[in-house]
């Protein structure tokens, strides 16, 4: 095979389209490219085998774009490993997307996974969901997006009634914005050992329908292993950060989470063993964070001006409900000249260590607090 082909060298004289192209052009070679243009298929554009990559001229230049609202721009099939993605945008425009016309699609079968997937400036947009993908044991998506999509901007899903395997995405300055679903969202089916997933690493949400992030587990088949490190969680519908896994040992460290219409994070009783790391929270529609889990510790960070609704008992920085339990360590929470009424709502579950919660409009604390508790500045 030659060690690369254009798509546009294998479109015959009578082709309705460039679907045909590609097919002759993966049979050719195992790396196919695009020129700076519109492409237009009726059917996906699938890779054939493992070991092949597909190369535009960047975002907003090449487009790969399907006419048929029911199916996806491109398929993955299953169990199709070492595949690489660069350069291009893949779109529905022009057609109204319905369930199944997706962007990117790893294909739902036995053996519903693929693995060592890379993944370079690639953009979802006006699809039904962006990225709709299945398990992986490790694949990287680096500087791409998800915007305008009728559903969800990125889908994970674990379904152990096809294969039982790990979600192991690691997404770095990846943008999900103004989906009708949640920006990034993780989901497990079916019974299994607990499903634990990648990382989100400098990633962004704006004004999705759904949650900036959302995680569901199931009792059956927990997801354990939540990691979100840096990036800027903004106007979410949702929840900027909502995790109801039935699994434990998630770390959240987000840099800011801003003008969530609910929370701006929200731990689900169906949660334990959480770090919170520092990050800055502010003026989100409820609560800053909600904890109703145990043993979730909350290190560092700014909880300020939460409560922009004004829903009563829902205008806290920190609020430890019935089920939370922790620590609260080394954190600012207080009302910045906005609507904060409570620096802190706890129990006596709650250990409350060096913080500053002086300047809320109801006071600092409210709720029992924790016998030890010290140091703090009210």
């Keep these: 095979m030659t060690n690369y082909v254009f798509a546009d060298d294998y479109r015959l004289p009578g082709d309705p389209d460039d679907t045909l192209s590609f097919q002759r052009a993966f049979a050719a070679s195992n790396e196919v490219r695009m020129l700076a243009k519109v492409y237009t298929v009726s059917a996906p554009v699938q890779f054939p085998r493992g070991g092949t990559a597909l190369k535009g001229c960047g975002i907003g230049v090449t487009f790969l774009r399907s006419t048929n609202p029911s199916q996806p721009v491109i398929l993955i099939p299953a169990a199709t490993d070492y595949v690489t993605m660069m350069d291009f945008t893949a779109d529905h425009r022009g057609v109204t997307p319905l369930a199944g016309g997706d962007g990117i699609q790893l294909q739902k079968a036995l053996q519903y996974s693929w693995d060592n997937g890379v993944i370079t400036n690639v953009r979802c947009a006006y699809n039904h969901i962006g990225w709709n993908l299945g398990m992986t044991a490790y694949t990287t998506l680096v500087n791409c997006g998800a915007n305008n999509n009728v559903s969800h901007g990125f889908s994970f899903t674990a379904d152990a009634n096809f294969f039982a395997n790990p979600v192991q995405y690691y997404l770095t300055k990846c943008i999900s914005a103004l989906n009708g679903g949640d920006g990034y969202r993780y989901a497990s089916f079916g019974t299994a050992g607990a499903t634990s997933v990648g990382a989100l690493e400098n990633c962004v949400t704006y004004k999705n329908s759904g949650n900036g992030v959302g995680a569901y587990g199931l009792q059956s088949n927990p997801i354990a292993s939540i990691r ?91 609020y430890y409900f019935d089920g939370g339990s922790g620590v609260v360590t080394g954190v600012r929470s207080r009302a910045g000249g906005g609507q904060q009424d409570w620096g802190i709502v706890t129990n006596n579950e709650v250990l409350v260590v060096g913080n500053d919660l002086r300047g809320n409009n109801l006071g600092a604390q409210t709720g029992n607090i924790n016998a030890a508790s010290t140091g703090n500045r009210f």
């Design 228 to 318: 979100i490190d840096g990036g800027f969680y903004g106007e979410d519908n949702g929840h900027g950060i909502y995790l109801d896994t039935w699994g434990a040992q998630h770390l959240i460290r987000p840099g800011f989470i801003e003008l969530s219409t609910e929370c701006g994070i929200y731990l689900s009783d169906h949660n334990h063993e959480v770090q919170v790391g520092p990050t800055i929270v502010v003026n989100n529609g409820l609560d800053g964070i909600l904890v109703n889990c145990p043993d979730t510790n909350i290190t560092g960070g700014q909880f300020l001006a939460n409560g922009r609704r004004k829903v009563t008992g829902r205008s806290n920085g920190i």
